[in-house]
């Protein structure tokens, strides 16, 4: 997806055009959350197939294998589906990451907090409208519609197929959530949770379908984006806070995972988010 974000509703009439026909399991280029206040979703992610009667909230993060179709449910299908990359969301994405890898679809209240939601993504789309949408109005109602959505999702979320590789994982973000900018190896975070490094890949592989490392450098890579847009520090001080002693191998890792040099990012976000 070119587009930083995008925002769009699925009606009962699209719900119902679906019916019938065949949808492959695919993955994105991009992160999508989907909002659901009328109707149900059928989602196959993370290898098991679910039903969800809205109200409801659904993350499928960038790269993950799924299916999902919207279906009617007492004769309504009322979903708002925001997709966008994640350089867009970079200050709080690899939290989204962390709040939803072990369960995808999350029902929600469907007073108050849900009408709150479904009006910051109409006040959301009504932006994208305009001739010259202002992206940074977007982002901070997004922000508003993300902390609402945490602050609402239930705390005690387990998934039918809990069991101890998503324990692990979640003991593993916290862990790297205090050292990511440190310049420690994957044995650092294997030891802190009495395990093996290639145990430690089979955990991450199991749950994210990524090792150990490729999550290391994505948290990093991350927090180089939100210090590249939201900060003045130098390409060289960003790299070293995050744990790159070497500016030139900072940005050799950051445009091979990006395409862009964080010269690049830093120029083309400001231009776009300002």
């Given at each position: ?9 699925y009606t ?23 909002i ?23 993350f ?6 799924h ?37 995808a ?30 992206l940074?109005?977007?982002?901070q109602?997004?922000?508003t ?16 197929s ?66 590249l ?44 988010i300002s």
């Open positions: 997806m070119e587009q930083l974000f995008k925002i769009f509703r009962t009439e699209e719900a119902k055009a679906l019916e019938g026909q065949k949808i492959e399991p695919h993955v994105h280029d991009f992160e999508e959350l989907i659901g206040a009328k109707g149900k979703i059928s989602h196959f992610i993370d290898f098991e197939d679910e039903t969800v009667y809205a109200p409801f909230v659904s499928v993060t960038m790269g993950k294998p299916l999902l179709r919207p279906q009617v449910h007492e004769g309504e299908c009322d979903l708002w589906v925001i997709r966008f990359r994640s350089e867009f969301m970079s200050e709080v994405i690899f939290k989204m990451y962390s709040y939803f890898h072990n369960r679809n999350v029902t929600l209240p469907g007073d108050q907090c849900f009408d709150r939601l479904m009006t910051l993504c109409q006040m959301m789309y009504d932006e994208t409208q305009r001739p010259a949408p202002g940074i109005v977007i982002k109602l997004f922000m519609l993300l902390t609402i959505i945490n602050h609402e999702r239930p705390t005690n979320i387990q998934s039918d809990a069991n101890s590789a998503s324990e692990t994982y979640t003991h593993f973000l916290h862990i790297l959530e205090e050292n990511f900018r440190r310049n420690v190896k994957i044995s650092f975070y294997a030891e802190k949770l009495f395990m093996s490094e290639r145990n430690l890949n089979i955990v991450c592989q199991e749950v994210m379908q990524q090792s150990a490392g490729e999550i290391i450098e994505t948290r990093k890579l991350n927090e180089a984006k939100n210090l847009v939201n900060s003045n520090k130098t390409i060289a001080e960003i790299g070293f806070e995050i744990g790159y002693n070497e500016k030139a191998y900072f940005s050799k890792v950051f445009k091979r995972k990006t395409g862009y040099t964080p010269t690049a990012f830093r120029k083309e976000m400001k231009q776009l």
